[in-house]
């Protein structure tokens, strides 16, 4: 006979800062300062917490306001709050003095990184969930625990059982249609470490294809730190758009935002889409475009111009020849196609969002689908499930199409895991053991 094995109120796949951010909303729920705590553990693929470490880059700061961390929209008073963290770290007085709202991305990623050291010990790294299954032995009845499936950097496998999956994998890095990468073509998500591993003097030519704001630093970073290269910015667009964040447009990623477009009409959801894209797709800083205009200025003033932009393009193929990629370039303007020859080619061309069919497995079938084929999700971002499936299963990013622009986005990240800690303690029965 098995040992009896308790089955954990939450398991969480992934713990970069959405799940780090609910692991926080979990501690200070009220049911814990009751002293009913919910057990709950994560798994994480990466050797630490990480967010978009290869795009840390020394000069980018944060698009968002230090206020929307981890906790403060959801409760101001939190220990784990940004206020809270430069006070620990002795910074408050000289942040403050500074008059500026938007912190680096490298001092964003620090305050992470002190958070989530308070959850250390409920967080297992250089795991993969692989899967989530029926557990064994289980009877034929309606499913209230599943069993999560987790392998180790050996290759061995355990299953974990659970009576709710929050699934945060994060974003799928999209390359280019019939564009691979390779040692000379990589994607943004790679691009500092493999940057750092290069031997500067055989980057004499860069080119970067993207319109967005990931593309945009990494045209500034490799135009200044690469004095000596042509750096060429390949934009299906006409140039950089600039990011809409004023107040009014702002105002999409208000929680209040979430429930107009959850239960909004279809027309009011497409309106969403239509008018209020530009506040965070394929937009740049107003700060990062005048920065790349003045160096283009400042080159051409100087008769020695390194820094190109190929408007309304795209990049549609590239041949190895030897160190060099050739990469053939399509003018949307001409309809013509041309050769553009470089030492390397960075695809800053965005994500997809994850799909959490994979991880289902065959629970995926109790899981309902809208008529687009897109799994529907109830309002505390939970999948709807059929009666064979009461486990709760939920959903941190892929909910864009229920739960509007800021469904994925850190703008909304603390009240977003409030009310999944919230949904998730009020269906919290009493503690069990399985056999």
């Known amino acids: 006979m098995e040992t009896e094995r308790e089955i954990l109120d939450i398991v969480g796949v992934g713990f970069g800062p959405s799940n780090l951010s609910l692991a926080v909303a979990l501690e200070e729920h009220e049911s814990a300062r009751c002293g ?3 057990a709950f553990a994560f798994f994480e693929r990466q050797p630490r917490l990480g967010w978009h470490r290869n795009m840390l880059l020394p000069s980018a700061k944060m ?14 008073a939190s220990r784990y709050s940004f206020i809270s963290y430069l006070h620990e770290r002795g910074r408050l007085p000289q942040f403050v003095n500074n008059q500026d709202f938007f912190p680096t991305r490298l001092e964003f990623h620090d305050y992470l990184e002190w958070a989530e050291a308070g959850f250390a010990d409920r967080v ?21 625990s599943v069993e999560v499936v987790v392998r180790d950097t050996r290759g061995e496998t ?10 945060s994998t994060g974003l799928v890095p999209r390359m280019p249609i019939g564009i691979g990468r390779d040692d000379r073509v990589w994607h943004s998500s790679e691009f500092l470490e493999r940057f750092r591993a290069m031997d500067p003097r055989r980057l ?51 929680p209040a935002a979430t429930d107009e477009y959850y239960f909004g009409s279809d027309r009011s959801r497409e309106a969403f889409w239509r008018y209020h894209r530009n506040t ?24 020695a111009a390194r820094l190109r932009f190929v408007n309304l393009a795209r990049a549609e193929q590239v041949k190895r020849i030897g160190d060099e990629v050739r ?36 629970l995926d079938v109790h899981c309902l689908r809208d008529a687009e084929g897109r799994h529907r999700v109830e309002r505390d ?27 994925s986005l850190l703008s909304n990240i603390a009240v977003r895991s409030g009310e999944i800690a919230d949904s998730l303690v009020g269906r919290r029965t009493s503690p069990q053991t399985v056999s």
């Open 36 to 38: 009913e705590p919910v």
């Open 158 to 167: 355990s299953a974990v059982r659970t009576r709710n999956v929050v699934v």
């Open 63 to 76: 698009q968002i306001s230090f206020l929307k961390d981890l906790a403060t929209f959801r409760n101001p």
């Open 124 to 144: 297992t790294y250089n795991v993969e969930v692989t899967g989530i299954r029926r557990p064994a032995g289980a009877g034929p009845g309606p499913l209230e």
């Open 381 to 407: 971002y939970r999948l709807v499930t059929s009666p064979e499936l009461r486990c709760g299963i939920y959903l941190q990013g892929g909910t864009e199409h229920t739960h509007g622009l800021a469904s």
């Open 204 to 254: 004499r030519r860069i080119a970067v294809v993207g319109a967005g704001q990931s593309a945009a630093e990494i045209v500034r970073h490799v135009y200044d730190e690469l004095p000596h290269a042509e750096v060429s910015a390949i934009l299906p667009s006409y140039g950089y758009s600039i990011a809409d964040d004023t107040p009014f447009a702002n105002q999409v990623f208000d």
């Open 280 to 303: 965070n797709y394929s937009v740049v800083d107003d700060e990062v475009i005048r920065a790349l205009f003045q160096r283009a200025y400042d080159d051409e003033v100087a008769g």
């Open 327 to 362: 990469i053939s370039v399509h003018s949307l303007a001409t309809e013509q196609v041309s050769d553009l020859d470089v030492d390397l080619l960075v695809c800053a061309t965005g994500y997809d969002v994850m799909d959490p069919a994979g991880l289902l497995g065959d």
